[in-house]
């Protein structure tokens, strides 16, 4: 299968990376079920399909693709908006292995409607608390309108 996940032409979601990993029906859900089956980690599959916990995580735009950072290990992991956060680095461990709710900004689709104007994926980033007013300057300072 051709993975097109934060090369294409849109900003993508983590059931986008799901997709592409496992096929047309899976979701970020289903990925994270089967690495921690891999990694021997059954017992916490229940767990992680709970509702999430604890202290949010944010989302950012890196590379044309929403993701999240983990505070508690320094990972990151793809995101949906109306998803939890999982990190399969340390397991969610600082957090009873729950999934933790996830922020995006309130104006996420005015964001991607800025950065896919961007040509290379690689330069479509946005942080935290950044204004559109920021990305619509960098745009126009690159040519983009």
């Known amino acids: ?21 496992l096929g047309a029906n899976a979701t970020y859900m289903d990925m994270i079920i089967k690495q921690l089956i891999a990694l021997g980690h059954t017992g916490l599959i229940e767990t992680v399909k709970k509702k999430p916990i604890g202290k949010p995580v944010y989302a950012v735009v890196n590379h044309s693709r929403w993701i999240a950072h983990c505070d508690y290990c320094d990972s990151a992991a793809a995101v949906n908006p109306d998803g939890g956060f999982f990190c399969l680095t340390c397991l969610n461990l600082k957090n009873n292995n729950r999934s933790r709710p996830i922020i995006f900004p309130e104006n996420y689709k005015e964001i991607e409607t800025e950065l896919i104007k961007r040509e290379f994926p690689r330069n479509r980033n946005w942080l935290i608390g950044e204004p559109i007013t920021n990305l619509i300057i960098e745009n126009a300072a690159g040519g983009i309108l």
């Open 1 to 21: 299968m051709k993975t097109r996940y934060a090369y294409g032409t849109e900003i993508e979601y983590a059931d986008d990376l799901a997709h592409d990993r």
